[in-house]
């Protein structure tokens, strides 16, 4: 078995398909979006492995549109008992969160495909959480996260928060697309969008999430995806304007089709994740 140490966890390097690990003949040597630093030599794909990335899909598929709708489960484990906690301090937060743990609720967002990178084939259990983003405000985001926060300081889960979703959020007309598919951030969709990005960028990176949140009123300008419910949520889970866990860049900032991305990962400081205690 070929692995690597990433960040302490160890990862397989080998390609997944079908749901097994396969090598290859060939490898490319990974580097770091940070410095450029090598961190593994990762299995590189050929004809061979193509062929049967595509057939394995093809296959499962003939099983899969067998199967009714209200029989296709979950392919990993959730945690239930996190959700339900999690919605048990609903009222004292002052929100409204409902916990669902039906094994055959459908899958709609594409968040989900990070479960293969992040826990598959480590025992880890997932809790999705949906917000809402067309009625939802600032201080309804808030006591979401407060929520869940709670909740897992009751628990005793060791919790990795994963806020899932762009900065600024616009996309080019269609017409225009094809000619703004790089990913320069030259082509994000406005100079305006570019700037309130990476000022949001600095201010995480500063561990300063007191004026991230107390400046979404003029974030919104620029259309945050979601009204940034992802980040507010999981920085009030940290402890709202009271959290100083600085950012780390995991990826360069880059343009999608006009929106701006960035992976930045926040470590908790050695006094706790809260500047109060």
């Given at each position: 078995?070929s ?5 302490g966890?160890?990862?397989?390097t080998r ?26 030599e ?7 492995e ?43 937060h002052?929100?409204?969160i ?5 094994p055959?609720l ?22 999705s959480?949906?917000?809402?983003a067309?009625?939802?405000d600032?201080?309804?985001f808030?006591?979401?996260?407060r929520?869940?926060g709670?909740a ?10 994963l806020?899932?979703?762009a900065?600024s959020?616009t ?7 094809r ?14 969008a570019?700037?309130?990005d990476?000022?949001?960028i600095?201010w ?6 007191a ?6 009123p003029?974030f ?5 995806e979601a009204?940034?419910a992802h ?12 959290a ?22 926040f ?9 109060d205690?």
């Amino acid at each position: 078995m070929s692995t690597a140490k990433v960040a302490g966890v160890e990862v397989d390097t080998r390609h997944w398909i079908g749901g097994r690990r396969i090598g290859s003949e060939r490898t490319f040597t990974d580097v770091s979006p940070v410095d450029e630093s090598p961190i593994a030599e990762i299995a590189r794909g050929t004809e061979v492995e193509v062929d049967a990335a595509v057939s394995a899909p093809r296959e499962a598929f003939r099983t899969w549109a067998a199967t009714p709708p209200d029989q296709r489960a979950y392919d990993w484990r959730g945690d239930p008992e996190l959700a339900h906690a999690t919605a048990a301090l609903a009222d004292k937060h002052g929100t409204w969160i409902t916990a669902i743990d039906d094994p055959y609720l459908p899958l709609h967002y594409g968040t989900v495909n990070l479960w293969s990178y992040l826990g598959r084939g480590l025992g880890k259990r997932w809790v999705s959480v949906s917000n809402t983003a067309e009625t939802g405000d600032t201080e309804d985001f808030l006591r979401a996260g407060r929520a869940i926060g709670e909740a897992i300081a009751q628990s005793d889960r060791r919790v990795l928060l994963l806020a899932s979703g762009a900065m600024s959020h616009t996309f080019w007309p269609l017409r225009e697309l094809r000619a703004h598919e790089a990913s320069d951030p030259a082509h994000i969709r406005t100079e305006q969008a570019r700037a309130a990005d990476a000022d949001r960028i600095a201010w995480l990176e500063a561990g300063d999430h007191a004026r991230v949140i107390d400046t979404r009123p003029d974030f919104l300008g620029v259309r945050p995806e979601a009204k940034f419910a992802h980040y507010l949520m999981m920085v009030a889970a940290l402890g709202g304007r009271s959290a100083c866990a600085p950012g780390r860049a995991f990826s360069k900032y880059e343009n999608s089709v006009g929106t701006g991305q960035m992976h930045i990962w926040f470590d908790r400081p050695a006094a706790g994740w809260r500047t109060d205690g």
